[in-house]
């Protein structure tokens, strides 16, 4: 599950992590009352106005604007609430913004010039480990980076038996160039992101840039948090999070329905029980020269209403032109599924493309008889090549 940054941020603070002070507005008007929560009472001060998107790149869509004065927070909060937002990681029509996160400016002039570090926390699959990984080259693209400089990205492997040790924490700070009271600092800073990675169960705590202001403090000025969905039975707050309006809609229903689904780019629909079978399934419709429109897994308890749901959330897909179903009747009878399949093209009346249903295990013979005596438009197979090369045929 992804977090918006404020979001991300209110957990870093939680774990003793520095951050950039800031609060969510909804509106422009909101904005400026928030802006004045955080006006420093020494004299004027200038705010970030922040796109709260699900997606990297906002300043280069313009959703990352400062407000010189509060004078200015309502007309700039004003010109991003509301807009299409198009990033590097978005798609090419963009996420709609809700709201925006106003922060204080932590560029302020002293004695000393502000620094900018990249900072992730995340697992290493190559090792199984986690991993800090950190750059000197803050406020920049990591792959970027990576590819022009790949001698300015250093890592950290933690081993999971001893945990985060000091020694590593300083080595980080000592990498990335620090001294004196920043040094001090970082140590501390780099510790507590540790524990806050370990302890909101997050798959990836991401910081760029992190600041060492003019007076050698070190705070997070951003955070990308990716939770582990895996682990959100054990943070009910963190789970309280969530935001729909980030997600594709047909994903939200789909998991409603209990489905695990994903939209793809092709124009095979796929309904199968198992993530494995899913993904060998959109394998050999590849091989076949097919191209899946969906990962579509209906879980081990499939009913005819949980089949009937799984044909409608497919089929919103325009560009779907056929629909596999491969069950193997493990812990679901295969009748069971066929049944559905049946009463879903009853129920539906409109299904329009094809229907290739392939079945093995429990109950198999029983289910494709009742699919051959249904007197409707599905196709049955018994091998699953057999199943691609129909689709193909058909499609």
């Known amino acids: 599950m992804n977090l918006h940054e404020y ?22 008007a909101e904005a400026v009352e928030v802006a004045k929560q955080l006006t420093d009472e020494t004299g004027p001060s200038w705010y970030g106005v922040k796109a709260q998107v699900h997606a990297g790149g906002r300043g280069k869509g313009g959703g990352v604007k400062l407000a010189k004065g509060i004078d200015k927070v309502e007309e700039v909060a004003d010109s991003i609430i509301g807009m299409q937002l198009v990033t590097p990681q978005t798609s ?58 790949p001698h300015l990205i250093f890592t ?10 000091g020694f590593q924490a300083r080595k980080v700070a000592f990498n990335l160039g620090l001294s004196g009271a920043a040094f001090k600092d970082m140590t501390k800073f780099v510790t507590a992101l540790y524990r806050a ?37 054990r943070h009910q707050d963190i789970a309280a999070m969530r935001d729909t309006r980030e997600e594709d809609a047909t994903e939200v229903e789909a998991g409603e329905a209990g489905l695990n689904f994903v939209k ?20 050999i419709i590849k091989m076949a020269g097919g191209n899946p429109a969906n990962f579509l897994d209906v879980g081990g308890t499939a009913d005819a209403a949980r089949v009937e749901q799984a044909f409608r959330i497919i089929l919103r ?26 009463d879903a093209y009853k129920n539906m009346g409109n299904i329009n493309v094809p229907i290739i249903v392939r079945l093995q295990g429990t109950n198999a013979e029983e289910a494709k008889k009742l699919i051959d005596e249904s007197g409707l438009e599905v196709h049955s197979a018994i091998a699953l090549q057999e199943a691609a090369d129909l689709v193909q045929e058909l499609v």
């Open 264 to 283: 793809l780019d092709g124009n095979v629909g796929c309904m199968v029980n198992g993530a494995g079978l899913a993904m060998a399934t959109m394998d």
């Open 317 to 342: 897909d325009e560009n779907v032109k056929a629909i596999l179903v491969n069950i193997f009747g493990g812990i679901v009878r295969c009748d069971r599924v066929a049944q559905g399949v049946v």
């Open 92 to 149: 090419a029509e963009g996420k709609k913004v809700h709201q925006v996160l106003i922060a204080e400016d932590v560029y302020y002039p002293g004695e000393s010039e502000t620094s900018e570090f990249y900072m992730s926390v995340l697992l290493n699959r190559s090792t199984g480990r986690n991993m800090i990984m950190y750059s000197t080259e803050g406020g920049m693209d990591i792959e970027t980076v990576a590819e022009e400089t």
């Open 7 to 28: 979001q991300g941020k209110e957990i870093l603070a939680g774990y003793g992590v520095r951050i950039q002070r800031g609060k969510v507005a909804q509106t422009p």
């Open 156 to 165: 950290e492997e933690i081993d999971p038996k001893v945990g985060l040790t």
């Open 197 to 233: 990675y370990e302890g909101a169960d997050a798959s990836l705590f991401e910081i760029n840039p992190v600041l060492k202001t003019s007076d050698d403090k070190i705070l997070a000025v951003d955070a990308k948090v990716t939770i582990d969905d895996n682990a959100l039975y």
